[in-house]
């Protein structure tokens, strides 16, 4: 019976978008070379996202939940029962699964929303390991900087419908003795297992000896998330999981190889995007492009904005340290913003029986603008924000903003980063570019 019960959990979440305790995902499921014959140290690289069949429906309090478990924060006992709720499950069964599976640390890498189709909710990257090649569909995550991947060490039944890395079958293998990685999470779960270094192929750029950490153990949400086989962390090094000795990311590795040592994410709305190593396309931005200095401590893709402006109600000048992370869907923001964001919207409420912030589906939410510098701003439309219907009939639907206060950090996910062509400029000061597009 208990085993009956898991694996209905599992299905039940997996169908109704939890993912592997994460948000819905953006990527690439093609991969294009430019200029590959250039020397190694010119190369430039576009990724075309395209859409994954295969996603799941949306569900608010799922998108929030696992948000709180990437970060580690206690989840509130409302958000708990309202995921029960959705799923038609115990509040016992929500915890007993968060407690007693494996979640890999992620808001799956480089996640785009889906604010009503769903259309822009799971993406995959096809990552070349290893000689000869496994190709395995990764995530890209700026929120996280591991390379983790399904593996022949993980038990038969947690890789099924799985692309795994063997790297027996690698001539160009090699284990990291004595190395592992461990991510735990606040809620007690983890993920663990050994250290290969390999050769890793993305858009015909090679890193020769990345690390490549092999998974002994995963979730069983991630089990059942069979389009998505690892993840490629495009945070800073120093969040690396690896010990005794944190490995670098695989941007980090590749810098020496570009043209200029940055990526660019090109997120869109219901649409196919891209990200490009090594150059910026200014066919996809409109006007300058405004840098803002990074705070990599602890790892993130730290900054902070300058304010923000709710539809055409005057500019509010407020600092709001905030991390740039493309692995998250949703964007988390204090409640005094949410309070003004929010009272602009006729039947807007914070339900606690929907997990967050819901309104009238039928009402035209407010544009939100963020403040870059004190001279350039970033505008998201407020169709992005009405993040879809959280009921049968389709008269509620859920909210791209919502609270900070738990999570503990103001994050701008997918909601905001894909109303801007965002630059993630590396090297020895790292900054964050930000610039209008065509939406």
């Known amino acids: 019976m208990v085993a009956l019960t898991n694996l209905l959990l599992t299905t039940l979440l997996a169908s109704a978008g939890l993912g592997a305790a994460l948000p819905p995902r953006i990527g690439s499921t093609v991969i294009e070379a430019r200029e590959p014959d250039l020397p190694v140290s010119g190369r430039k690289i576009t990724l075309p996202q395209q859409k994954n069949p295969r996603f799941h429906k949306f569900n608010g309090a799922l998108s929030v939940y696992k948000t709180y478990l990437k970060y580690g924060a206690p989840v509130p006992d409302h958000l708990v029962q309202a995921v029960a709720n959705h799923l038609g499950i115990s509040v016992e069964e929500v915890h007993n699964y968060a407690n007693t599976t494996a979640n890999a640390r992620r808001d799956q890498g480089s996640a785009t929303a889906a604010p009503i189709d769903q259309s822009?909710?799971?993406?995959?990257?096809?990552?070349?390991?290893?000689?000869?090649?496994?190709?395995?569909?990764?995530?890209?995550?700026?929120?996280?900087?591991?390379?983790?991947?399904?593996?022949?060490?993980?038990?038969?039944?947690?890789?099924?419908?799985?692309?795994?890395?063997?790297?027996?079958?690698?001539?160009?293998?090699?284990?990291?003795?004595?190395?592992?990685?461990?991510?735990?999470?606040?809620?007690?779960s983890s993920s663990k297992g050994q250290v290969y270094l390999d050769k890793v192929t993305i858009g015909g750029l090679v890193v020769s000896n990345q690390a490549v950490e092999t998974a002994q153990q995963v979730s069983q949400s991630f089990t059942a998330e069979t389009s998505i086989d690892g993840l490629v962390g495009l945070a800073f090094g120093s969040l690396n999981t690896v010990r005794p000795r944190q490995q670098k990311?695989?941007?980090?590795?590749?810098?020496?190889?570009?043209?200029?040592?940055?990526?660019?994410?090109?997120?869109?709305?219901?649409?196919?995007?891209?990200?490009?190593?090594g150059f910026i396309d200014p066919a996809k931005h409109t006007g300058d492009i405004t840098y803002v200095p990074v705070n990599t401590n602890p790892g993130y893709w730290t900054w902070t904005s300058t304010g923000y402006?709710?539809?055409?109600?005057?500019?509010?000048?407020?600092?709001?340290?905030?991390?740039?992370?493309?692995?998250?869907?949703?964007?988390?923001?204090?409640?005094?913003?949410?309070?003004?964001?929010?009272?602009?919207?006729?039947?807007?409420?914070?339900?606690?029986?929907?997990?967050?912030?819901?309104?009238?589906?039928?009402?035209?939410?407010?544009?939100?603008?963020?403040?870059?510098?004190?001279?350039?701003?970033?505008?998201?439309?407020?169709?992005?924000?009405?993040?879809?219907?959280?009921?049968?009939?389709?008269?509620?639907?859920?909210?791209?903003?919502?609270?900070?206060?738990?999570?503990?950090?103001?994050?701008?996910?997918?909601?905001?980063?894909?109303?801007?062509?965002?630059?993630?400029?590396?090297?020895?000061?790292?900054?964050?570019?930000?610039?209008?597009?065509?939406?």
């Open 120 to 188: 822009d909710s799971a993406y995959i990257t096809p990552v070349s390991i290893g000689t000869p090649a496994q190709t395995l569909n990764l995530d890209f995550d700026t929120g996280s900087s591991d390379l983790w991947v399904f593996s022949n060490s993980l038990p038969s039944s947690q890789r099924a419908g799985h692309e795994i890395y063997n790297p027996s079958k690698s001539s160009t293998a090699k284990r990291l003795n004595g190395a592992s990685w461990d991510i735990s999470y606040g809620d007690g």
């Open 249 to 277: 990311t695989w941007f980090e590795n590749a810098i020496g190889q570009l043209d200029q040592p940055l990526f660019a994410a090109d997120l869109k709305y219901e649409a196919s995007g891209t990200y490009d190593f």
């Open 309 to 439: 402006q709710v539809g055409s109600s005057p500019f509010v000048s407020q600092s709001i340290t905030n991390i740039a992370d493309t692995g998250t869907t949703l964007m988390y923001v204090p409640d005094s913003i949410l309070r003004a964001y929010y009272g602009q919207i006729r039947g807007a409420t914070n339900s606690q029986s929907y997990g967050g912030y819901v309104f009238p589906c039928s009402t035209e939410a407010p544009d939100f603008t963020f403040g870059v510098t004190d001279e350039a701003t970033i505008t998201i439309p407020g169709r992005f924000i009405n993040y879809g219907p959280v009921t049968d009939d389709g008269e509620t639907c859920f909210g791209g903003l919502q609270t900070s206060s738990d999570v503990g950090i103001n994050i701008f996910g997918d909601v905001a980063l894909k109303a801007a062509y965002v630059v993630f400029k590396g090297g020895d000061s790292p900054s964050l570019g930000w610039a209008s597009k065509q939406l």
